[in-house]
C-alpha cells in the first residue's frame, strides 16, 4: 500500500512533536488513574464505616434471598425480543448497567436464561475482583441475565435490595469470594460460594437508613468517576488525532528546502531494472 512519504527531516520534526504531545497526554492519564483509584479508596472507605458500625444477626445469603426462575427465552418470548445482560452491560467503575442488549427469541446466546427484575442484584462470578457488580434500577422488556451472574434478590420485607447491592460490593465482601474462585485462565465461583456467605442482617428500618447515607456520598464519587472516564476516554482519542493530523501534514509546519533536498535525493538513486522474462535470464545463464 502506498503512503506519503515527507522529506527526512520533516518526518523528524513529525516524530518529535507526536513524541512530546503523548507524553504530555499520557501524564494526564496517569493523573486521571490516580483520581480513579482515590475515588474507589473513597468509595470502599464509605462502605467500611457504614457496615462497621452494623449490628443484626448473622444469615447465609441462602436464607434471605429467593430463587431465580430460570427459562428458554425461545420458548418464553416466542417471536418477539428480549433484552439481555451480560458482564459487558455493567460499567464496573460505577456500578451500573449501562449496555443492554436486544435480541430476538430465536437467536437468544446460551447462557440467556436468568429472568430478572427491578431489585435484583447481578454478581459476575467470572474474576470476582474486578466488582462487575449493579442492581437492576429499571424495567427492561423481558430482562434476561447472563448465567455468568449470580442473580440476588433479597425476600421482600427482609432484605432492602439497595442494603444487600452495597454489602456485596464491600472489599470485605469480595474478598470472600475471591478465596473461593477455581480456574488460572477463567478463575470463577459458584452461585452456591455466594449464597453460602454469610452477612450481618440489621432491622429493615436500619438498612434504609444505611442506604441513604452510602447513596448520598456515592453520588458526589460517581459522577466524578464518569468526568473522570469520559475524560479517559477522550485522552485516547485525542492521539488518534494527532496521528491523523501529523499524517495528513498538519501537525509541523513544512519546509520548502526539505522537499528540494527529497527530491534531489530521489533523482540520485539507481534506477529499478526492469523484470526480465525467465527465458531471457536463462539465456543469460548459458552464455556465462
Known sequence: MPIKLPPLKEQTRIVSKIETLF????????????????????????????????VGIEVKLKDVCDEIENVSPA?????????????????????????????????????????????????????????????ILEAYKFPIASTG????????????????????????????????QRGSSYPAVRNNDVLEQSILLPPLSFQQQIVQTIDKQFASANQMQKTVNKALSDASKLKQSILKKAFSGGLVSQNPKDEIIRRAYSASLPTKPKDEPVNALLEKLKNV
Open 23 to 54: 507524553k504530555e497526554i499520557d501524564y494526564g492519564i496517569n493523573k486521571l488513574k490516580t483520581i480513579q483509584n482515590q475515588i474507589e479508596q473513597f468509595k470502599e472507605s464509605v462502605l467500611e464505616n457504614a457496615f462497621n458500625s452494623t
Open 75 to 135: 420458548i418464553e418470548y416466542k417471536g418477539q425480543n428480549f433484552t439481555y445482560l451480560d458482564i459487558s452491560s455493567i460499567d464496573n467503575s460505577i456500578h451500573k448497567i449501562v449496555e443492554p442488549k436486544i435480541y430476538e427469541a430465536q437467536n437468544a446466546p446460551s447462557r440467556a436464561r436468568q429472568k430478572i427484575k427491578i431489585g435484583d442484584i447481578l454478581l459476575s462470578t467470572v474474576r470476582t475482583y474486578l466488582k462487575n457488580t449493579a442492581p
Open 149 to 180: 451472574f449470580c442473580v440476588l434478590r433479597g425476600k421482600q420485607g427482609i432484605l432492602e435490595s439497595k442494603f444487600l447491592f452495597y454489602k456485596v460490593l464491600s472489599d470485605v465482601f469480595v474478598k470472600k469470594l475471591n478465596s473461593l
